[in-house]
C-alpha cells in the first residue's frame, strides 16, 4: 500500500523534472519561431525556479490549515493549466506566463509529495520511500530530454505532454487519505487511526498500529501554540533549519542545474562540435541520473545518511576538479576528459546530493513546524537554483568552463566540512525519536550516533 503512495505521489516530482529538463530542447526551436532577446531568454528559462520560489513559500503557510491532499491536489490543476497556456501560447511572454504558473506548481509540490510521503512511510524505508521522489525527479529530466531528442522542432508538443502526469497526479491523490500525522493535528484521531491501520496492513486495535498512534500525539500534544517564523529560528529548532537549508544551498550551488539546464552548451564547450552529439551526450548524462538514483534508494538506509553525503561531495569535487583542469590546460583529450567527468560528476550527485536534502529536511523538523521548516528548505533550494540558472551564462562567458566549474568544485569541499561538523545521522529512526532529540537540547549532530533507547 505504502508503495502505492509513494508512487502517486512522486507523480509530482515526474512533472517537476520534466518541466525542468524539457527548456533544453525546446529553446532552439523557440529560437528559430520568435525573435527572442538573451534577456528574454534568459528570462524564460528561469521562471520555472522563480515561481518554484512563490509556491515553496506559499505552501509552507498553507501545509498546517489545508492539509497536505488538498494542495497536492491543487498543484495538479496548476500544472494542466500551466502545461496548456505553454502549448498554445502565442507569445513568448504568454509562455513564460505559462512557465510562472508551472514553476508555482512545482514549488508547492515540490514541498508537498516528500512531506507526504514522509508522514505516511514506516521509519524502515522512510529513506527508500522519499527517494522515490528524487527517482521521479530524474526520470521526469530523462523522459524531457528524450522528448527534446524525439519529436524535433514541435515545441508545443514537448509542453503539451505535461498535462498527461498532471492529470494522472490528480486522479491517483483523489483516492488516497490525508496523512495521519496532519488528521491528528486536526483532531481527527479516529481517521488517523484507520490510516495507519490501512498503510501497515493491519487491524485498528493493533499494537503497532495504536502505538504509532500513541507517539503521533504525544509529539503533536506538546505543542500548543501556532507555529511561527521566530520559533523555527529559535535555539531548539536551529539546528534542524541549518541543516536542511544548508544542504539544499551545497546542492543547487553544486552546480548540478548548469547541467541539467545547459548540458548542451556545456558538451559544446567542452569539444562536442556536432548538435546530435550533443543531444545524445545529454540524454546519456539524463540516464546515468536515473541509475545512480536506483543505486542511491537501495543504500540510503542501510549505509546511513552521513557517509552517503561523504563520498556524494567526494566524488563531485574530484570530477568537477578533474573537468576544471582539463578544460584551464586546454588537454588535447578534454572531450573525453569532459565526458568522463560529467558522467562521475551526475553519478556522485544521484547517489547523494541529489536524494538526501529531500530525504532529511522531511524528517529533521518537529511535526508542528514541518511545513514551515520545509517551506524554508525549499525557498533555499529554489533561490540557489536560480541564481545558478541566471548567472551560469554570464560566468561561463566571462571565467570559461574551467573557472565556472572550480567554483563548484570548491562548494562540493565546503560540503564535506559541512557534512562532519553539522548533518546527523537519521537512518533508522522514527520522526518522533528525532523530534524528542531536538526538543531535548542536545547537539543535533550526536543524533544517531548515540546509544538508543531500549
Ligand atoms: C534538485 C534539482 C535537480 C535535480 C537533478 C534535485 O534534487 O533539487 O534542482 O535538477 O535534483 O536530478
Given at each position: 500500500?505504502?508503495?502505492?503512495?509513494?508512487?502517486?505521489?512522486?507523480?509530482?516530482?515526474?512533472?517537476?523534472?520534466?518541466?525542468?529538463?524539457?527548456?533544453?530542447?525546446?529553446?532552439?526551436?523557440?529560437?528559430?519561431?520568435?525573435?527572442?532577446?538573451?534577456?528574454?531568454?534568459?528570462?524564460?528559462?528561469?521562471?520555472?525556479?522563480?515561481?518554484?520560489?512563490a509556491g515553496a513559500a506559499v505552501g509552507g503557510w498553507l501545509a498546517a490549515p489545508f492539509g497536505r491532499r488538498s494542495l497536492l491536489m491543487g498543484a495538479a490543476v496548476l500544472f494542466?493549466?500551466?502545461?496548456?497556456?505553454?502549448?498554445?501560447?502565442?507569445?513568448?511572454?504568454?509562455?513564460?506566463?505559462?512557465?510562472?504558473?508551472?514553476?508555482?506548481?512545482?514549488?508547492?509540490?515540490?514541498?508537498?509529495?516528500?512531506?507526504?510521503?514522509?508522514?505516511?512511510?514506516?521509519?524502515?524505508?522512510?529513506?527508500?520511500?522519499?527517494?522515490?521522489?528524487?527517482?521521479?525527479?530524474?526520470?521526469?529530466?530523462?523522459?524531457?530530454?528524450?522528448?527534446?531528442?524525439?519529436?524535433?522542432?514541435?515545441?508545443?508538443?514537448?509542453?503539451?505532454?505535461?498535462?498527461?502526469?498532471?492529470?494522472?497526479?490528480?486522479?491517483?491523490?483523489?483516492?488516497?487519505?490525508?496523512?495521519?500525522?496532519?488528521?491528528?493535528?486536526?483532531?481527527?484521531?479516529?481517521?488517523?487511526?484507520?490510516?495507519?491501520?490501512?498503510?501497515?496492513?493491519?487491524?485498528?486495535?493493533?499494537?503497532?498500529?495504536?502505538?504509532?498512534?500513541?507517539?503521533?500525539?504525544?509529539?503533536?500534544?506538546?505543542?500548543?501554540?501556532?507555529?511561527?517564523?521566530?520559533?523555527?529560528?529559535?535555539?531548539?529548532?536551529?539546528?534542524?533549519?541549518?541543516?536542511?537549508?544548508?544542504?539544499?544551498?551545497?546542492?543547487?550551488?553544486?552546480?548540478?542545474?548548469?547541467?541539467?539546464?545547459?548540458?548542451?552548451?556545456?558538451?559544446?564547450?567542452?569539444?562536442?562540435?556536432?548538435?546530435?552529439?550533443?543531444?545524445?551526450?545529454?540524454?546519456?548524462?539524463?540516464?546515468?541520473?536515473?541509475?545512480?538514483?536506483?543505486?542511491?534508494?537501495?543504500?540510503?538506509?542501510?549505509?546511513?545518511?552521513?557517509?552517503?553525503?561523504?563520498?556524494?561531495?567526494?566524488?563531485?569535487?574530484?570530477?568537477?576538479?578533474?573537468?576544471?583542469?582539463?578544460?584551464?590546460?586546454?588537454?588535447?583529450?578534454?572531450?573525453?576528459?569532459?565526458?568522463?567527468?560529467?558522467?562521475?560528476?551526475?553519478?556522485?550527485?544521484?547517489?547523494?546530493?541529489?536524494?538526501?536534502?529531500?530525504?532529511?529536511?522531511?524528517?529533521?523538523?518537529?511535526?508542528?513546524?514541518?511545513?514551515?521548516?520545509?517551506?524554508?528548505?525549499?525557498?533555499?533550494?529554489?533561490?540557489?537554483?536560480?541564481?545558478?540558472?541566471?548567472?551560469?551564462?554570464?560566468?561561463?562567458?566571462?571565467?570559461?568552463?574551467?573557472?565556472?566549474?572550480?567554483?563548484?568544485?570548491?562548494?562540493?569541499?565546503?560540503?564535506?566540512?559541512?557534512?562532519?561538523?553539522?548533518?546527523?545521522?537519521?537512518?533508522?529512526?522514527?520522526?518522533?525519536?528525532?523530534?524528542?532529540?531536538?526538543?531535548?537540547?542536545?547537539?543535533?549532530?550526536?543524533?544517531?550516533?548515540?546509544?538508543?533507547?531500549?
Open positions: 500500500m505504502i508503495y502505492v503512495i509513494a508512487c502517486v505521489a512522486a507523480i509530482a516530482g515526474l512533472l517537476f523534472g520534466y518541466d525542468e529538463g524539457i527548456i533544453a530542447g525546446a529553446l532552439g526551436p523557440l529560437h528559430a519561431q520568435f525573435d527572442i532577446s538573451p534577456l528574454q531568454e534568459g528570462l524564460m528559462t528561469a521562471t520555472v525556479p522563480l515561481g518554484a520560489l494542466v493549466i500551466g502545461a496548456l497556456v505553454c502549448a498554445l501560447a502565442p507569445s513568448i511572454l504568454v509562455l513564460s506566463l505559462g512557465r510562472l504558473l508551472l514553476g508555482f506548481a512545482i514549488g508547492v509540490a515540490a514541498l508537498i509529495a516528500p512531506l507526504y510521503i514522509s508522514e505516511m512511510a514506516p521509519a524502515a524505508t522512510r529513506g527508500m520511500l522519499v527517494s522515490i521522489y528524487q527517482l521521479a525527479i530524474t526520470l521526469g529530466i530523462f523522459g524531457a530530454y528524450l522528448v527534446d531528442f524525439g519529436v524535433g522542432d514541435s515545441w508545443r508538443i514537448m509542453f503539451a505532454t505535461a498535462v498527461i502526469p498532471g492529470i494522472l497526479l490528480f486522479a491517483g491523490v483523489s483516492f488516497l487519505t490525508d496523512t495521519p500525522r496532519w488528521l491528528v493535528l486536526r483532531g481527527r484521531r479516529q481517521e488517523a487511526g484507520e490510516v495507519i491501520a490501512h498503510v501497515q496492513g493491519r487491524g485498528a486495535s493493533d499494537p503497532s498500529v495504536t502505538g504509532e498512534l500513541a507517539a503521533i500525539e504525544l509529539a503533536a500534544r506538546a505543542e500548543t501554540s501556532t507555529a511561527g517564523w521566530r520559533e523555527l529560528f529559535g535555539p531548539l529548532v536551529r539546528p534542524a533549519l541549518l541543516v536542511g537549508t544548508g544542504l539544499f544551498l551545497l546542492q543547487q550551488l553544486s552546480g548540478i542545474n548548469a547541467v541539467i539546464y545547459f548540458a548542451p552548451t556545456v558538451f559544446a564547450r567542452a569539444g562536442f562540435s556536432d548538435t546530435a552529439n550533443q543531444l545524445l551526450a545529454t540524454v546519456g548524462i539524463g540516464a546515468v541520473n536515473v541509475v545512480m538514483t536506483l543505486v542511491a534508494m537501495a543504500l540510503i538506509d542501510r549505509i546511513g545518511r552521513r557517509r552517503l553525503m561523504f563520498i556524494g561531495f567526494a566524488g563531485a569535487a574530484l570530477s568537477l576538479g578533474l573537468i576544471a583542469v582539463a578544460a584551464g590546460t586546454g588537454a588535447p583529450d578534454l572531450q573525453w576528459l569532459s565526458l568522463i567527468g560529467l558522467v562521475l560528476y551526475i553519478a556522485s550527485f544521484a547517489i547523494a546530493l541529489g536524494p538526501l536534502p529531500w530525504v532529511m529536511m522531511s524528517e529533521i523538523f518537529p511535526l508542528r513546524l514541518r511545513g514551515l521548516g520545509m517551506g524554508a528548505a525549499s525557498l533555499t533550494n529554489w533561490a540557489f537554483n536560480f541564481l545558478v540558472v541566471l548567472t551560469f551564462p554570464v560566468l561561463l562567458q566571462a571565467l570559461g568552463l574551467a573557472g565556472v566549474f572550480s567554483i563548484y568544485a570548491l562548494v562540493c569541499v565546503a560540503g564535506l566540512v559541512f557534512t562532519a561538523r553539522y548533518v546527523p545521522e537519521t537512518s533508522g529512526l522514527t520522526l518522533e525519536e528525532i523530534e524528542a532529540h531536538l526538543k531535548a537540547g542536545k547537539p543535533f549532530r550526536a543524533l544517531g550516533l548515540m546509544p538508543r533507547a531500549a
